[in-house]
């Protein structure tokens, strides 16, 4: 077990709209492509819709019928993405009022020392060293601290709070400010 002798040690509090933001954040980062079986199902409700107008109206709809079915595949292609992380945030919402996940939400004590970091809260202890740390995004609500590529622990922090933390890790972890530092 690691362990830590603080030099920076700050108390917060973890809100469901704090983990909410790691999730809008890690959409943000992920590269918008399409997936084939979005594709599939997008061309599949076109062309149903092309077929439906083109029987019931006939040839003469002909204009109509291939309004309507591209107007289908682009409304499923650009609506499903906001759909999809709209219903995560929801999950995330549904999941944090179940008794079982009550821990990960509530207050937290971040210490900061040369050998790692510590989140101490009233059911867990969790200790990493700084080479544990991936990547860190300040945000002007908050700090984002990832450990794997979208896993993050969320730290709202205020203004003093924020500076002495950034200052540790940049004293200590300074790989992992480098790739993006700040988001305005």
Same mark, same amino acid.
């Given at each position: ?67 309507? +079915? @591209? ?8 609506? #499903?993405?906001? &759909?999809?992380?709209?219903? $995560?945030? =929801? *999950? /995330? ?19 900061? +020392? @040369? ?8 059911? #867990?202890?969790? &200790?990493?060293?700084?080479? $544990?740390? =991936? *990547? /860190? ?38 790989? $992992? ?8």
């Amino acid at each position: 077990m690691i362990s830590i002798t603080p030099e920076v040690s700050v108390r917060y509090e973890i809100r469901p709209a704090d983990l909410e933001a790691v999730l809008s954040e890690n959409a943000r980062r992920r590269p918008a492509r399409l997936s084939m079986p979005l594709m599939s199902f997008a061309l599949t409700a076109g062309m149903l819709t092309f077929l439906c107008i083109y029987l019931i109206v006939g040839r003469a709809a002909m204009p109509t019928a291939i309004f309507g +079915g @591209a107007f289908v595949v682009g409304a499923v292609v650009l609506w #499903s993405p906001r &759909r999809a992380r709209e219903m $995560a945030v =929801k *999950r /995330v919402a549904l999941r944090l009022t179940e008794p079982g996940n009550a821990f990960l939400i509530g207050p937290r004590t971040l210490e900061l +020392g @040369a050998e790692g970091f510590a989140v101490r809260g009233p059911d #867990s202890d969790l &200790r990493y060293t700084w080479v $544990a740390l =991936k *990547r /860190v995004l300040e945000m002007p609500d908050r700090i984002l601290l990832y450990l794997t590529d979208f896993s993050a622990h969320p730290l709202p922090l205020n203004g003093a709070d924020t500076q002495s933390v950034i200052a540790v890790i940049r004293k200590y972890a300074a790989h $992992a400010l480098a790739p993006e530092r700040s988001r305005q």
